[in-house]
């Protein structure tokens, strides 16, 4: 069986179809995939920054004022990489021995992934922490 000779026009593609078709399965996935992990990577660090201040704080202050420092330090640290978080619950500090001269100071963020948050999907899927432990001001030995 022969085959009819090809003529300029005969065939008529979908490639624009195709394209928008590949552009979704391909690319916008990736994208995603991209932006979300920049913001994991963000938050990683703001959560690791927030216990590095929030630690140096606690070892220089002493009273009762040093917390509430090491918290505002804590929440500056995260609002410089965007994340959306209440320093009074990412903080949490606990002595490690019976007199308190250390302690051990914790901050946890849970993410929310992005897009899929605002239609209630995907809230505190990633949880990042960072531990450090601090000699308390004027708790040497």
Same mark, same amino acid.
């Given at each position: 069986?022969?085959?009819?000779?090809?003529?300029?026009?005969?065939?008529?593609?979908? *490639?624009?179809?195709?394209?928008?078709?590949?552009?979704?399965?391909?690319?916008?996935?990736?994208?995603?995939?991209?932006?979300?992990?920049?913001?994991?990577?963000? *938050?990683?660090?703001?959560?690791?920054?927030?216990? @590095?201040?929030?630690?140096?704080?606690?070892?220089?202050?002493?009273?009762?004022?040093?917390?509430?420092? *090491?918290?505002?330090?804590?929440?500056?640290?995260?609002? @410089?990489?965007?994340?959306?978080?209440?320093?009074?619950?990412?903080?949490?500090?606990?002595?490690?021995?019976?007199?308190?001269?250390?302690?051990?100071?914790?901050?946890?963020?849970?993410?929310?992934?992005?897009?899929?948050?605002?239609?209630?999907?995907?809230?505190?899927?990633?949880?990042? @922490?960072?531990?450090?432990?601090?000699?308390? *001001?004027?708790?040497?030995?």
């Amino acid at each position: 069986m022969s085959r009819p000779p090809w003529r300029p026009g005969a065939e008529e593609g979908n *490639a624009p179809v195709e394209f928008i078709g590949w552009t979704l399965v391909l690319v916008v996935p990736v994208l995603y995939l991209i932006v979300t992990l920049a913001q994991v990577q963000a *938050a990683s660090f703001a959560v690791a920054s927030a216990a @590095d201040a929030a630690s140096r704080v606690l070892e220089v202050e002493r009273g009762e004022e040093a917390l509430t420092h *090491a918290r505002t330090a804590v929440g500056l640290a995260l609002s @410089d990489q965007r994340v959306e978080a209440d320093p009074d619950e990412a903080l949490s500090v606990t002595c490690s021995d019976g007199a308190c001269t250390t302690a051990l100071l914790r901050v946890e963020v849970a993410l929310d992934l992005p897009v899929l948050s605002s239609v209630g999907v995907g809230r505190d899927v990633v949880v990042l @922490d960072a531990e450090r432990s601090v000699t308390l *001001a004027g708790q040497e030995q």
